[in-house]
């Protein structure tokens, strides 16, 4: 059975005349324990994806089965058990005027889970900050130790999946490997299953076994990160990102101005 | 995973002290802040005032402000009665010290009864959106489209002319624009991803709601709500002036001018008294919540 299975998932925006397709029949599985990876351009719904599957919108049509049974259409608290999601931005996502305590027991109160405090400094130190951080706010944080933060409220609750929304993108380069080690670590102490969103390839080739190549709402190739590695992509598009990942290029961009004229 | 401890490390034991001390700093940070901007001192210290003057009117006050002494009518200010006396004899400062009183009572009753009220509609309005939004929205916008004063004299000519009536009046006529900004706050909130996170967690509407969106939005509800002071004060004195307010022989400041105006050719005092203090005071009121919102609205930071 599949940790997650995603199946002709389609999303619209707006109405009538005005509305606009975001996702086109969107379909992929992730295996338990797997780290699957979305890859694409900006505005190709690779977070929208992961929106849907965390039911953070509910009007998507297509179907989303989480460990075999079909997700809710609105965020609930079996759900919330099941899976979490760590937001790009660390600034964004933590509540500016809740200490990290407040924000970390605050799952567990939700859920009714008991030794509040114990559970939040054990959490602290699995993400590799100290239980000393708990009374501070966000603003007195850095960007790698919100996010820190951000990844301990997720796995609070003991979820098998967690999304990834970009988590390293917002971050200092010098953080972002931390913030992916510990990632790594993470999912091999606790068996995660992971579905990270990227645009950056190399973040994707680090973390994950396969990935999914996304361009406009569809996904134009799905691969494992080895194929992607030794140069095997079969689309045009993926070998454009794959080139585009390796850094400024005339050539490349001479060949896309070509394309687009 | 090491490097995490060792990051946070030299900055750890400035937090050692807990969250009260954290809290207690912003607090003297804001204080500083605050006393630094002279004007809002001033308003500040003008309320405190007016606050002890109310607690201890009868001591303060020379004389009863309700006994008359016909033999004693306008009387110009003197050293028996500072600032005069009006046309049946009673001393204006006595009256204006317990006048304190009654403004403080309706702009307290208004202030409490129009926050919550206003800061609930407005946030469910916002949170929930769609049909919620669009029926207490619709309500807001009708209570609006009415000019306050007038919407507050067909609704004090409707219940009846006193203190209590006014008091409702103008608690009904101004929720909502506290509504209103507790919407569009709410707007913004909502939308943030810590609001999605703890909506993912399965968070019930009422909980996102209390303990999320009200503590980003209660301060700048809380500064209009201190700026809103200065036009209850005002709109309590007009009703007293145009005799819909308290009723004689209460003192209040309004009812004072109101009488006096009769007198105002030949004795200045009884009309002049009464209008500075309404003056200062709604004043201060404005200053205080200027310097207020410079403190309090995160988007001046």
Known sequence: MNAISVDELSLHFGHGAAATQVLHDVSFTVAPGEAFGLVGESGSGKSTILRCIANLY?????????????????????QGRRVQMVFQDPYGSLHPRHTVNTALSEPLRIHGIGKVQDRVERMLVDVGLSPDFGPRY????????????????????EPGILLLDEPTSALD??????????????????DLTYILVSHDLGVVAHLCSRLAVMQSGRIVETMTTAALMSGIATEPYTRTLIQASKGYDRALVDELARGAA | M???????????????????????GRLGAALRHFLGNPLATLGLAVILLLVLVAIFAPWIATHDPITQNLANALKPPSAANWFGTDELGRDIYSRIIYGSRVTLYIVALVTVVVGPIGLAVGVVAGYFGGLTDGILMRITDIFLSVPGLVLTLAFVAALGPGLGNAVIAIALTSWP?????????????RSADYIAAVQLQGASSLRVIT???????????????????????????????LGLGAQP????????????????????????????????????????????????DPRNE
């Open chain 2, 177 to 189: 624009p506290i509504a209103r900004l507790a919407r569009a706050e709410t707007l913004m909130i």
């Open chain 1, 173 to 190: 380069v010098s953080v972002q490997a931390e913030i992916l080690n510990l990632l790594a670590d993470l999912r091999a102490q606790r």
């Open chain 2, 211 to 241: 303990r999320h969106v009200v503590p980003m939005c209660i301060l700048s509800v809380i500064v209009r709500l201190t700026l809103n002071m200065a036009t209850i004060i005002l709109t309590a004195a007009g009703l007293g002036f």
């Open chain 2, 249 to 296: 022989p209460t003192p209040e400041w309004g009812v004072m001018t109101s009488t006096g105006r009769e007198y105002m050719l030949d004795h200045w005092w009884l009309v002049t008294m009464p209008g500075l203090a309404i003056l200062l005071v709604s004043l201060s009121f404005n200053l205080f919540g200027d310097g207020l919102r410079d403190i309090l």
């Open chain 2, 2 to 24: 090491t490097h995490g401890v060792s990051q946070g490390s030299g900055t750890m034991t400035r937090a050692r002290g807990g969250k009260g001390a954290v809290m207690l």
């Open chain 1, 138 to 157: 966000p603003h007195q944080l850095s960007g790698g130790q919100r996010q820190r933060v951000a990844i301990a409220r997720a796995l609070i609750t």
């Open chain 1, 58 to 78: 509910g009007h998507w049509s297509g179907t989303i089965t989480l460990d075999g049974r079909p997700v809710d259409r609105r965020p609930s608290r079996e």
